[in-house]
């Protein structure tokens, strides 16, 4: 069984660029999370998709939103791009999401602001 | 709101000896609980899990037990070996509307 991928690896970009991060849960896991590790704040949670649905997200700017495709699959957008935003961005999938599910965790995407 | 505590490290072993790493919450509901362990340049695995009070969860030697009554969810494991260096989290989710909530994570380092 595939595990969670995400893409890309690495994405370097600059301040006030735009940033994509995508996802694809494992097959048959309908609920998707993102999650901000950054250097000295440890994880923390970003959004949450659910059937296609954002229902609910963390204390983060507007300028961090996202989608869920009808395959269940995600992406991550973030705006304006500032240099706080340098970490690592992690998704997670489980079979439900209004349940305590086990999350489990793709590789992440490093995303480096210069 | 929900949070988890647990101690950051480093910390330091020589293989084979025992470990424990602490950790305890504080959650409205009645929550999950995990410990997740990230490898250098990885996402996070899911180590083991209990969902009710007095549950073991156990894998790859390590085990924790959900104790209700002092809302803790320590990691222990009797052996500890190189290959078991790496970041531990400690989590809780209630409901999962909210997500995660993640310890700061303990670095442990296993020296030959």
């Known amino acids: 069984e595939a595990g969670v991928t995400q893409s890309p690896t690495h994405l370097i970009k600059t301040r006030g660029q735009q940033a994509t991060l995508r996802c694809s849960p494992i097959?048959?896991?309908?609920?998707v999370y993102w999650y901000q590790q950054a250097l000295g704040l440890g994880l923390q949670f970003l959004l949450w998709y659910d059937e296609g649905e954002e229902r609910n997200r963390g204390n983060f700017p507007p300028r961090f939103s996202g989608r869920q495709f009808p395959n269940y699959s995600s992406e991550l957008n973030v705006n304006a791009l500032e240099l706080e935003d340098s970490a690592l961005y992690l998704c997670?999938?489980?079979?439900?999401?209004?349940?305590?599910?086990?999350?489990?965790f793709g590789d992440g995407t490093r995303l480096s602001i210069l | 709101g929900n949070s988890v505590t647990q101690m950051e490290g480093p910390v330091t072993l020589s293989e084979e000896a025992f470990l424990t790493i602490n950790c305890t919450y504080t959650a409205t509901g009645y929550p999950s609980l995990f410990w997740y362990v990230q490898y250098p340049g990885e996402g996070l695995q899911l180590l083991l899990k209990?969902?009710?009070?007095?549950d073991k969860g156990s894998n790859k030697g390590f085990e924790a037990t959900y104790r209700k009554e002092t809302t803790s969810f320590h990691l222990e494991k009797g052996s500890v070996q190189v290959s078991d260096s790496a970041v531990y989290f400690c989590a809780l989710s209630d409901r999962g509307a909210d997500g995660l909530t993640f310890g700061k994570g303990t670095h442990l380092i296993i020296q030959p």
């Open positions: 997670a999938s489980s079979l439900e999401g209004w349940s305590n599910q086990p999350q489990h």
């Open positions: 097959s048959g896991h309908t609920s």
């Open positions: 209990a969902t009710k009070a007095d």
